[in-house]
């Protein structure tokens, strides 16, 4: 697998729920797709994660330059997937550049059909999360996350994520609690997942 897919994984997606749920969620989406091998970033008033982490600090990359590359890539994507429907990766790296644009809807079209093809891929599932999440259809992204902690119920960015969803979006601040508390005490490494899952707990 070429790197089309390693800002979905496990580190790429704590997108910031915050933004106005936008403003933020694009910012951190853009930094992680620039800084793979960062985990989070959060938006202004309730955080999500994302897979873009690195997009929105200071020094980040403009948002302008990361929509330029991915329309660069559409092409051969769509090229790659003209010639073989089935091509996970390049499905992958279409909707990958489609989230890039913001062009939600666009990129759930290949997202959903490789997760027809590799129901168990997480990195697949967290892009599929992303795009719903933007659609706002809270509903079906914290289906995929869910998904994705059936598959590996560690996966602290799911747990993360869910925890927003159920807090700010499904209004059941109990079960959102649970998932914050998991964070906490699974996550080792992403000091800024954990600065955020401590700040929804109010701690």
Sequence with gaps: MTDNRVPFGRKAVILAVFLALA?????????RMNNPNLVVKSQPSRSFVDAGEGQGGPGAPAMGGAVSGAMSRVK??????????????ALVGLGN??????????ALEPLEKARRLKPDDTAVLKAVGIAY???E?????SEAYEAILKIDPQDTLALFNL???????FKKPDIA??????VLALEKQDAEMLKLARQELGK
């Design 97 to 106: 550049s489609f989230l890039m644009m913001r062009a939600w809807d666009r």
């Design 23 to 31: 403003a933020m969620f694009a910012t951190s989406f853009l930094y």
């Design 76 to 89: 051969e994507y769509l090229d790659r997937v003209k010639k073989n429907p089935d091509d996970v990766e």
């Design 177 to 182: 609690q649970t998932y914050f508390e998991k």
């Design 133 to 135: 999440f933007n659609k």
């Design 137 to 141: 259809d809270y509903t079906k992204a």
């Design 163 to 169: 925890g927003v969803i159920y807090k700010h979006y």
